[in-house]
């Protein structure tokens, strides 16, 4: 299955500042995915990033707030902006594996903290 | 949109008995059942999956099944051990027309008592 790279695993911010995730694959996937896990929480999907189009957010996330980048078919990054002590959680980009394959495989997760 | 629900929430059992967590989903055009692992201070791990063409699929000690007529799947676990303690997380999706995303469950915190 795919590799993916994500950084920065954790970072401690203060409130009105923005964040910049990078997700980096080591394979071509067509659709990137980020997620969002509050402490004790589930999974809940932000938006879908498909190279060479706008993202496509969930209900609840907007772009000016998550703006994603999916500048090519390996790579993606997501910004949390004008950050409140609320963003506090953890981001994890996922991708989608070519079907019948190993499923989707999640980055290491980046653990936001806003002070 | 996809609603799962996963049912327990937490689930502790003994050692060397079985464990089962069911979900239950609402989109019937959702077609991927995979479930996830997830230890503290983890990435959620793919520990098996099932589409919908199949009943039931087998991985050692971890089974599920899928019944898509009364849409709910099952993740089984026999002979429990301490080191299966975690979060394990359902989820459905693999609709391309929803972009083949996935929406996951709540999670079932397992504990296995020693």
Request: proline share 5%; aromatic share 8%.
């Amino acid at each position: 299955s795919a590799v993916i790279s994500q950084k920065p695993s954790r970072d401690i911010c203060q409130r009105g500042t923005s964040l910049t995730i990078q997700c980096q694959v080591d394979s071509q996937v067509t659709m990137m995915f980020w997620y969002r896990q509050q402490p004790g929480q589930s999974l809940t999907l932000i938006a879908t990033a498909n190279q060479g189009s706008e993202a496509t957010y969930e209900s609840g996330f907007v772009i000016d707030k998550f703006p994603i980048s999916r500048p090519n078919l390996t790579f993606s990054t997501l910004t949390v902006s004008n950050m409140s002590p609320e963003d506090s959680s953890i981001y994890l980009c996922s991708v989608d594996q070519t079907p019948g394959s190993s499923g989707y495989t999640f980055g290491s997760g980046t653990r936001l903290t806003v002070v | 949109g996809e609603n799962v629900e996963q049912h327990p929430s937490t689930l502790s059992v003994q050692e060397g008995d079985s464990a089962v967590i069911k979900c239950t989903y609402s989109d019937s055009a959702s077609n991927y059942f995979p479930w996830y692992k997830q230890e503290l201070g983890k990435r959620p791990q793919l520990i098996i999956d099932i589409r919908s063409n199949v009943g039931e699929k087998k991985d050692q000690r971890i089974a599920v099944t899928l019944n898509k007529t009364a849409k709910h799947f099952s993740l089984h676990i026999t002979e429990t051990q301490p080191e299966d303690s975690a979060v394990y997380f359902c989820a459905a999706g693999g609709i391309k027309a929803a972009g083949n995303k996935l929406t996951f469950g709540g999670g079932t915190r397992v504990l296995v008592k020693p």
